[in-house]
């Protein structure tokens, strides 16, 4: 971070999840905090926190290797993050790779907001993607880790809309639609087309950053009050 006044904590969430027998266990996690290291390079008043790597991943909890703590308890650990944050940071952005994450996330700004602290989400989406471990997926890990991509084990999994799939998925999970974890197809991934939907995710948090960063900004040269003693209220003594 640049020297200056503290102006936004960016925080990267993921997860720990199957990603179909050809992608590391933690693509969400890489993707997320490679879309936020890009967007915050250089930006005064912005840190960078740790990404969150294990979120709430229950719907691929079948398969081997996933590890989730669930929407109770992520909701948790991001309230108590951002009370924390806020004795230093006046906002916090969560930049989320995994979508399972998203019914906490609302939940944990939705408390934090009614406490009178500042918290946002963006959400890493490309609309016309497939939903997992598909195309999309695959080719941004081709661009960023490559040797960690087992191309040769790569294979289609369940292509339908995800629209189509969801009630299935919400009964049984990810397993009940797709025996090998993958819902789309990887077959044409490829770095370069990885690195142009890197380039399109980054442009939108960039964005958003700069929407919440002239937000600040205003409310400083406006004189906006301190709010040091309204971010403490609520932080756990114990820690």
């Given amino acids: 971070m640049e020297a200056g006044p503290r102006l936004l904590l960016v925080v990267p969430l993921g997860s720990l999840e199957q990603h179909g027998p050809h992608l590391p266990l933690d693509t969400d996690t890489r993707i997320a905090a490679a879309l936020a290291q890009r967007a915050c390079a250089g930006r005064a008043g912005v840190g960078l926190a740790p990404p969150v790597a294990i979120g709430a991943s229950g719907e691929h909890a079948a398969f081997p290797g996933t590890l989730s703590i669930g929407t109770a308890a992520l909701t948790m650990l991001l309230v108590e993050l951002g009370r924390h944050a806020s004795l230093h940071w006046p906002a916090m952005l969560l930049v989320n790779g995994h979508g399972g994450n998203a019914p906490a996330i609302i939940a944990a700004s939705g408390q934090l907001r009614a406490e009178g602290r500042q918290c946002h989400a963006w959400h890493a989406g490309l609309p016309?993607?497939?939903?997992?471990?598909?195309?999309?997926?695959?080719?941004?890990?081709?661009?960023?880790?490559?040797?960690?991509?087992?191309?040769?084990?790569?294979?289609?999994?369940?292509?339908?809309?995800?629209?189509?799939?969801?009630?299935?998925?919400?009964?049984?999970?990810?397993?009940a639609v797709s025996p090998n974890g993958v819902l789309g197809d990887p077959a044409g991934a490829c770095a370069a087309e990885g690195r142009a939907l890197l380039g399109l995710l980054t442009a939108g948090l960039s964005q958003t950053l700069d929407t919440l960063l002239a937000g600040r900004r205003a409310r400083e040269a406006a004189g906006a009050p301190g709010r040091d003693r309204e971010r403490a209220e609520g932080a756990s003594d114990d820690r």
Avoid: K, Q
């Fill in 128 to 175: 016309s993607a497939d939903a997992h471990a598909g195309r999309a997926e695959t080719s941004i890990m081709l661009a960023l880790a490559p040797d960690d991509v087992r191309a040769g084990d790569a294979a289609a999994g369940d292509t339908r809309p995800l629209a189509e799939i969801m009630p299935a998925l919400r009964s049984g999970g990810v397993r």
